[in-house]
């Protein structure tokens, strides 16, 4: 276990253009997202409510802790993604030897993909106008 004197544990986590802040606080399982309840701000959304405690499921801490979340930027599904990857991350601050855990089951990967630009002369990113031979 890491410094003892620490009020809280910060990890930060990004998907697409969604960047989420995570800190974990001594408590009893209380998640506060942008200053709303998980539940509020998800819209009561049972799968993205169970996705976001993914990582403290996983290590057995979902009552240890209270999560406040700031995050901004993106669309709902890739906000959630960037919170649990933050949550994640504030684990491993805090409980180093979790790592190995977290690790094998994929909550520590950052999915880097993002939207590819428009290109000029074309309609999308890679969509042409339609190819007419005479």
């Known amino acids: 276990m890491a410094d003892t004197k620490a009020k809280y544990f910060y990890g930060l986590g990004r998907r697409k253009s969604a960047t989420a802040s995570a800190r974990l606080y001594a ?63 504030a684990l491993i601050v805090g409980f180093s030897d979790l790592r190995p855990v977290l690790k094998k089951a994929d909550m520590l990967e950052r999915d880097s993909r993002e939207k590819e630009r428009k290109k000029y002369g074309l309609r999308s990113a890679r969509k042409r106008e339609q190819f007419s031979k005479r």
Do not use: M
């Open 27 to 89: 408590g009893k399982g209380k998640i506060t997202i942008n200053d709303k309840p998980a539940a509020e701000y998800l819209n009561e959304n049972k799968t993205q409510l169970a996705e976001i405690t993914d990582p403290l499921a996983l290590v057995s801490k979902q009552s240890d802790f209270d999560v406040t979340i700031l995050v901004k930027g993106g669309g709902l599904a890739g906000q959630v993604d960037a919170i649990k990857l933050a949550i994640a991350k």
